[in-house]
């Protein structure tokens, strides 16, 4: 009753407009600082969720102002004093969330720190290494780029290695790996999700972790290795970069002790990350690091790549025209369940359909009702959250459960279903899980997901819905991500408008992020 407002920020769940409403039962006044505190709280983290790391001060004024149609003084003076007692940060015309301003000048600090401390003696004969034993090893003829790649790995403290799908990021790994390994370095491999760690373990032959598990997170204590418990290696190699927040990033690097190097893999053109910050860009085009960027289409790592249709190969790109957005979706279940298959031989678990959004005819929720009923309409099952879970259900967990093992973006099948204990079992690349009724809201079904979700994943079969039903979600680089998730076919149905209006809208939503200037600021007066 002192200050509803408390709830939403202490309460999972209870959000600024639930609060706002208890409050104005309470007779709250519209100016109340209480209030215009918490709207600002609101406002910036509402920002936060679309990737941006600060509001400059005039639009967040405006923006807290609609949101709560106050007077501008009292808004004005509440975020004065939340700076004033660093609540919020200053700097410059931006105003941070602490932990975002932190995270960059964290991430900025110890980038120049890994960058300034010198190499040991070991790397002098980094050209031999690579031209003679990383091809030897591994078996593969490196063109000059990738050679450069690799010889700039050992050469380096800190390295970006960047292309699109196709281009030898992969393979050039594997010459990194292996040269550095011929020098006897300790290497650690990492990526941001289970299923590019995944995927990362399969391509290397060596284990790769999520960057959660190889920081020993656990809910209770957070991280386990940080700035006084560092990692323990020589070398730590990072993949699908692009998809580390500015938050996972800062810890990350907490974690890196200076006498280890650093090599960031991915492919800027992706979508940025689902968290705050454009980490890999903005050390990109920071030049404050060496940055390779693979260009050329290498014959041994065509994953991912479509040949030219005209090459006279089968074509294995496909566009179905298609305007009628439920005909659209009648159309995509036929493709998936008997069209593919017949034609082509794969499995429906080869195949994910993967949409632009969640909602709409063609969104992936609707599409998973659709698919589930025509691929595994019966049997017994539990309901949850809209929908129902049966044996043979592919699902797809959405949050991170450290107690079962099991993060963010993996699939499993469902191979048991309990209707009498209300206990469903699913499993995870051969790994059983049960989930208690309670805890089904950490799943859904996985037959259709959307293309955010995909990132870090291949499979050998995408279809993909594109119509204009879909506008506000429609960028070159959403396309791309999911196009380049297919390994062996992929399949768009839809308008040629909707396709024309992604490819042109090359407009890649700018974030607020300090990390490119912190890192080009010659004078260190941010980072004391």
Not at 63 to 89: C, H, R, V, W, Y
Not at 108 to 128: H, Q, S, V, W, Y
Not at 367 to 390: H, M, T, W
């Amino acid at each position: 009753q002192n200050n509803p407002y408390c709830l939403a920020d202490d309460i999972w769940g209870i959000g600024f407009k639930t609060a706002d409403g208890i409050a104005e039962k309470l007779g709250y006044e519209k100016n109340d600082s209480r209030r215009c505190r918490s709207g600002i709280l609101y406002t910036l983290s509402k920002l936060s969720e679309d990737g941006h790391c600060y509001a400059e001060r005039e639009q967040l004024v405006k923006s807290a102002k609609e949101l709560l149609q106050a007077d501008e003084d009292p808004i004005t003076q509440a975020l004065d004093d939340m700076i004033a007692s660093e609540d919020l940060m200053l700097d410059e015309d931006a105003i941070f969330m602490p932990p975002f301003y932190y995270a960059e000048v964290g991430v900025a600090n110890k980038l120049r720190r890994l960058i300034e401390t010198p190499m040991g003696n070991i790397f002098d004969n980094g050209g031999t290494v690579t031209d003679d034993v990383s091809q030897r090893q591994v078996q593969i003829e490196y063109d000059e780029v990738q050679l450069s790649a690799i010889r700039k790995a050992i050469g380096s403290k800190v390295m970006v290695l960047t292309g699109g799908p196709g281009t030898g990021k992969t393979t050039t790994t594997l010459g990194i790996i292996a040269s550095f390994e011929t020098l006897g370095q300790r290497i650690l491999l990492a990526a941001p999700t289970g299923r590019a760690a995944k995927r990362m373990s399969e391509a290397t032959g060596k284990e790769a972790k999520t960057i959660h598990r190889l920081l020993e997170f656990n809910p209770a204590e957070g991280y386990g290795r940080n700035d006084e418990n560092p990692l323990d290696g020589d070398v730590l190699i990072v993949d699908e970069s692009s998809m580390i927040d500015i938050i996972l990033m800062n810890s990350l690097l907490k974690a890196v002790p200076l006498s280890m190097r650093l090599i960031l893999v991915g492919d800027i053109d992706q979508l940025p990350s689902v968290g705050a910050g454009n980490v890999l860009r903005d050390i990109i085009d920071s030049g404050a690091v060496p940055v390779i960027r693979l260009t050329h289409q290498c014959p041994q790592d065509q994953s991912g790549t479509f040949p030219d249709i005209s090459n006279g190969r089968q074509s294995d790109f496909f566009f179905i025209k298609q305007e009628d957005p439920e005909q659209a979706a009648r159309d995509i279940v036929n493709i998936v369940k008997n069209r593919i298959p017949k034609a082509y031989g794969y499995s429906t678990n080869d195949i994910q359909v993967l949409a632009p959004m969640q909602r709409s005819v063609v969104g992936a929720t609707n599409l998973n009702i659709a698919l589930q009923e025509a691929i595994n309409p019966v049997g017994d099952c539990l309901s949850r959250g809209g929908f129902k879970y049966r044996r043979g259900d592919r699902v797809m967990q959405i949050r991170n459960n450290y107690d079962k093992d099991v993060f963010n973006g993996d699939i499993g099948m469902v191979e048991h279903v309990d209707t009498e204990e209300r206990t469903l079992t699913v499993s995870f690349d051969g790994h059983s899980i049960e989930y208690e009724d309670s805890e089904l809201d950490e799943l859904t079904l996985a037959y259709a997901t959307t293309i955010h979700k995909s990132q870090g994943s291949e499979y050998p079969v995408v279809v993909m819905p594109l119509l204009m039903t879909h506008f506000v979600m429609l960028q070159r680089n959403l396309v791309y991500t999911g196009i380049t998730r297919a390994k062996k076919l992929c399949i768009i149905v839809g308008t040629t408008k909707a396709l024309a209006y992604a490819i042109h809208n090359m407009v890649v939503l700018k974030r607020n992020t300090r990390l490119k200037e912190r890192l080009t600021d010659k004078s260190n007066k941010q980072y004391e």
